[in-house]
């Protein structure tokens, strides 16, 4: 079995994608994600995670990021708003990350689908 892979695009990872559960109903705040995904790589130990992720417009309040996350826009608008008011809109083709720790207002605003690396278990 050979140790490289090729990642689909956007479009090539449609179909392959499933049903995922991050956003939790107690943090949902409103619409309705209707989320999917396809993991590239997974550790091990599942604490590390590369894959491609799909959500339709919401908005939920995350409490506390657990673990480190970069995440490349392919398609669509993401808004994070800090509790002190700061807030950072990304659109395709942008790059960000979130540390752990983080809390906010996560706001999808249209159809967002992102490549993203996920490191969980991280101390905030």
């Known amino acids: 079995m050979s140790k ?3 990642v689909p695009t956007a479009a090539a990872a449609g179909p392959s994608m499933t ?3 991050y956003v939790t ?3 949902l705040r409103g619409g ?3 989320e999917m995904e396809l993991a590239h790589v997974v550790s091990d130990d599942e604490r590390l995670t590369v894959g491609v992720w799909s959500a339709e417009p919401y ?3 995350v409490t506390s990021h657990e673990g ?3 995440t490349l826009v392919l398609e669509g608008r993401v808004t994070l708003t800090d509790p002190d008011g700061d807030v950072h809109t990304f659109g395709a083709g942008d790059a ?3 540390e752990p720790g983080w809390s906010g207002e996560y706001r ?3 159809r967002l689908v992102k490549h993203f690396v996920y490191y969980a278990g991280a101390e905030a």
């Open 4 to 6: 490289i892979r090729a």
């Open 19 to 21: 049903p995922s559960s």
């Open 25 to 27: 109903a107690g943090a």
């Open 32 to 34: 309705d994600p209707r």
């Open 59 to 61: 908005a939920e309040f």
């Open 68 to 70: 480190y996350e970069y």
């Open 96 to 98: 960000f990350t979130i």
């Open 108 to 110: 999808v605003n249209e």
